[in-house]
C-alpha cells in the first residue's frame, strides 16, 4: 500500500518537474526566437538595402577605356559593394528569359544599352544619398542616363525603421509576459508543497534552510528548460542557415554567444527569483489560509 503511494507521489513529482522544464524550455525557445530577429534586425534589413542597384546606362560611342575606368572607379567607391558591367546583348538574354520570348525578331535591333549595375552598400541605401550619387555619375560625359528606383528605396527605408521599432516594442512585452508565464509554472509547482513547507516550518526549520532545497531544485529545473531552449534554437538556426546562406547566421558567433548566453542566464535567473518569492509566499502565510 504505501509502495503505491511512493509510486504515485514519485510520478507526481516527475510529472510536475516536467511541466515546469517543459513551460521555460518552450517560453525561452520563444523568447530566444524573437532574441534572434532583434539582434539580427540591422543585418535583415541590410541584406534588403543591398538588393537595390543602380543602374547606370552608357552611351553607344563610349570608349572601352572609359568604361573600364567608370568600373574601376565603382569598384574602389566607399558606397560600392559589387559593379557589374553588363553588355547589351547580354541584357538582352536576360530581358528575352524574363519574358519568354526573344523580342529582338520583333524589332530587328537591340534598343538596350550597356550598362554598369552598381549594388550599395546598406549604410549608403537612403534616398538624399542615392541621389547624390546617381547626381554624381549623371556628369560623366559618356554616362547615357543614371536609373534606380527612388520610391523603393523611401519605402524600404521608412518600413526597416518601423519594423525595427516595433521589434524592440514586442521584445519588451514578450520578456515579460515570458517571466510571468515561468513564475507561473515555479509558483504551481511549490503550491503543491506549501503543507511540507509549512510541517518543516511548524518544527523549526529556519527559512534559509526550507528555500535552499526548492530554490537549487527549480534551478536545475531552469537549467534543463533552457538546455532544451538552446537545442531548439539550434535546430531553428541551422534550418534558417541552410535556406538562407546569404543571412550568415552561424558565422556571427559573438551574437550567437550573446544570444546562447543571455538565454541560459535568463531561464536561471527567472527560476531563481521566482522559487525566492513563491516559497516566501507560503512561508509567511498563516497555517489556515493554506487552504485557500
Do not use: C
Amino acid at each position: 500500500m504505501s509502495t503505491s503511494f511512493e509510486r504515485y507521489q514519485k510520478r507526481k513529482l516527475i510529472s510536475s518537474y516536467f511541466s515546469v522544464v517543459l513551460s521555460i524550455g518552450l517560453v525561452l525557445f520563444l523568447l530566444g526566437v524573437l532574441g534572434l530577429l532583434v539582434l539580427n534586425t540591422k543585418k535583415l534589413a541590410d541584406h534588403f538595402k543591398e538588393q537595390i542597384k543602380i543602374s547606370v546606362f552608357l552611351k553607344d560611342n563610349a570608349k572601352e577605356v572609359e568604361v573600364d575606368q567608370l568600373q574601376k572607379s565603382l569598384i574602389m567607391a566607399d558606397y560600392t559593394k559589387s559593379a557589374v558591367y553588363v553588355s547589351k546583348e547580354e541584357a538582352a538574354e536576360q530581358h528575352s528569359a524574363e519574358i519568354g520570348e526573344n523580342f529582338l525578331d520583333f524589332l530587328g535591333y537591340n534598343p538596350l544599352k550597356n550598362s554598369i549595375d552598381v549594388a550599395l552598400k546598406a549604410d549608403f541605401v537612403s534616398t538624399e544619398q542615392v541621389e547624390k550619387i546617381a547626381a554624381e555619375l549623371a556628369t560623366k560625359d559618356y554616362v547615357e542616363e543614371v536609373s534606380y528606383d527612388k520610391p523603393l528605396i523611401a519605402l524600404l527605408t521608412d518600413n526597416v525603421k518601423r519594423i525595427s521599432f516595433w521589434i524592440l516594442i514586442a521584445s519588451a512585452i514578450f520578456t515579460i509576459i515570458a517571466v510571468l508565464l515561468i513564475n507561473s509554472s515555479i509558483r504551481l509547482s511549490i503550491y503543491s508543497k506549501r503543507f511540507i513547507i509549512k510541517t518543516m516550518q511548524m518544527v523549526g526549520a529556519t527559512k534559509r534552510f526550507i528555500r535552499r532545497p526548492f530554490i537549487w531544485t527549480n534551478i536545475k529545473l531552469g537549467m534543463l528548460g533552457s538546455l532544451l531552449a538552446l537545442i531548439a534554437l539550434g535546430i531553428v538556426l541551422y534550418y534558417v542557415d541552410r535556406n538562407f546562406p546569404e543571412l550568415r547566421l552561424l558565422q556571427d558567433f559573438v551574437i550567437l554567444g550573446i544570444l546562447f548566453v543571455g538565454v541560459f542566464v535568463l531561464g536561471v535567473l527567472i527560476s531563481l527569483i521566482s522559487t525566492y518569492f513563491a516559497t516566501q509566499r507560503f512561508l509567511n502565510l498563516r497555517t489556515d489560509d493554506l487552504y485557500y
